[in-house]
């Protein structure tokens, strides 16, 4: 199977930066989009920034020019660089991975979801 491990969450002050990582791993044989989400209390999860296997980028309006997603395709990992932080950024970060993974002489393409790291920007 695979796992998507998540790090880099904490507490940071408004107009801080914050860099999450992703790093996926287990019976993978290539990965397409990956992307990050987020989640607020009472909120439904949204879709904060997806990238393809060829680094082509999608942003949501709020996080546009602030945040930028880069992957590194050797180590199976994304970031998250987060930058001129804003308290309604305070949310759960999901990494989410569309993996096709090995098994046995097949391939089974597979959505995954990473634990979650908490993000919370003070006022």
């Known amino acids: 199977q695979v796992q998507l491990v998540e790090s880099g969450g904490g507490l940071v002050q408004a107009g801080g930066s914050l860099r999450l990582s992703c790093a996926a791993s287990?019976?993978?044989?290539?990965?397409?989009?990956m992307s990050w989400y987020r989640q607020a209390p009472g909120k439904q999860r949204e879709m904060v920034a997806d990238?393809?296997?060829?680094?082509?980028?999608h942003y949501a309006d709020s996080v546009k020019g602030r945040f930028t997603i880069f992957r590194d395709n050797a180590r199976n990992t994304v970031y998250l660089q987060m930058n001129s932080l804003k308290p309604e950024d305070t949310a759960v970060y999901y990494c989410?991975?569309?993996?096709?993974?090995?098994?046995?002489?097949?391939?089974?393409?597979?959505?995954?979801w990473g634990q979650g790291t908490q993000v919370t920007v003070s006022s």
């Open positions: 287990g019976s993978i044989r290539s990965i397409n989009n």
């Open positions: 990238i393809t296997s060829g680094s082509s980028t």
């Open positions: 989410h991975a569309d993996v096709i993974v090995a098994s046995g002489f097949t391939s089974l393409r597979t959505a995954f």
